[in-house]
């Protein structure tokens, strides 16, 4: 038996490719490098979903589709009470995208893609004590995802950054969440519920939960002299450095110098603290110098979180919200095995080995 299925091949699928060995994620045939900076978050969730549903998807109308769905899911936002505002953003969102109907359709495809885009920004907004700003059909999804969450049109140079991190993170293979979405998938319980069942898996630290941590690290360390001894003893009391290692990767995590490019032409234009990317650079070279001495045997290089935490901080998201904005731009992956199983998979059910005592012989 292999614990936590360590290299074990659980699915075949032609939506994504994880090279752990070579560092290299290819999705429906493109290499990442290929994906960010030429093309927007419609375009790969276009590539992604077509071949999904009984009818061809391509980039323009699927734009138009969420934006009309970004409309229709508004109004949801008026059932958030106390209650929700007092849990942790991606719970409150996980909450009130339970409330949708379930289905296997594109309808429900549409309005699980778009929900997020539209209840995380107005989520924000509630919990600072603003009314949620209502969805622009005509936007794209980033633009209109930045727009709502600051009232303000973001630049050209945001856009591109939020478009970046969508695409990079849209699908990487079998990893805990997108497992979880195609468990429910075989059951044929419907997409809502593998979106569901995959923001649960995504929220713990281990997975989709280690931005925040990212950036309350950076902000402790504060300046790039003090990196060594702040990341020595967080290791001393046995401490994970978060936004370091992977399962699969044993060399660096190829969509964390995708979004450091990404963060590229925000600097050039002075929409960033360059103290902050001076801080980021310095711990991240800190940490692998100590890394190699101290866990030589084990390849640990950065993952997307740390420089996820970086540009969405950069971009306005507050840290308490960084697990829902990786849950806005995964969903089309989750989405995609979701389909990919229940047209082409079985129920998943694999077996236990029982380790426990014996019934005593009478
Ligand atoms: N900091 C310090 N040591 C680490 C780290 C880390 N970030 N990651 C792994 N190690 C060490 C472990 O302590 C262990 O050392 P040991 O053998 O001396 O005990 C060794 O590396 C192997 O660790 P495992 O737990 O077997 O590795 P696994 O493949 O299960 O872990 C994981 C992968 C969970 C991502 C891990 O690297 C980690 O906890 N990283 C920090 C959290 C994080 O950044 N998560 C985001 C991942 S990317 C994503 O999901 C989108």
Known sequence: MK??????????????????????????????????????????????????????ITALPLRAALGQARLAVFSHLAAVDDTLLALPPVDAMRALLARLPDGEDFATAVRLLAAPAVLL???????????????????????????????????????????AYLVTISDHGLNASTFAA????????????????AISAL????????????????????????????????????????GFGHRVYRVRDPRADALKKALRP?????????????LAEAVERAALEILKERKPDRPLDVNVEFYT???????????????????????????????????????????????GPLPQAA
Do not use: C
């Not at 999705?27 to 549903?53: C, H, Q, R």
């Not at 998938?185 to 979106?195: D, M, N, P």
């Not at 003090?226 to 046995?238: E, F, H, K, T, V």
């Open 3 to 56: 614990n936590g299925l360590e290299d074990v091949v659980a699915a075949e699928t032609s939506l994504s490719d994880v090279d752990g060995a070579a560092g290299r994620l290819i999705i429906k045939g493109k290499s990442l490098d290929e994906l960010v900076g030429n093309t927007t978050y419609e375009d790969v969730a276009a590539l992604l979903l077509n071949g999904m549903f009984d009818k061809p």
């Open 121 to 163: 920004p107005g989520l924000l907004r509630l919990r600072n004590g603003h009314a949620p700003l209502a969805p622009n059909a005509d936007h794209t999804q980033a633009q209109d995802i930045l727009a709502m969450l600051t009232g303000t049109p973001p630049s050209a140079e945001q856009v591109a950054a939020l478009d």
């Open 182 to 197: 195609r468990v429910i998938a075989s059951t044929q319980a419907g997409l809502t519920s593998s979106v569901l069942a």
């Open 203 to 242: 929220k713990g630290p281990l997975h989709g939960g280690a931005p925040g941590p990212v950036l309350d690290m950076l902000d402790d360390i504060e300046t790039p002299d003090a990196a060594r001894a702040w990341i020595d003893s967080a290791l001393d009391r046995g401490d994970r450095l978060m």
């Open 266 to 278: 925000l600097v050039a234009t002075g929409q960033v603290d360059v103290e902050k990317v001076a």
């Open 309 to 355: 935490a970086l540009l969405l901080d950069v971009l306005g998201f507050p840290r308490e919200a960084f697990t829902g904005v990786f849950a806005i731009g995964r969903t089309v992956g989750w989405i995609a095995h979701a389909r990919e199983q229940a047209l082409e998979g079985r129920l998943i059910r694999p077996r236990s080995l029982y380790v």
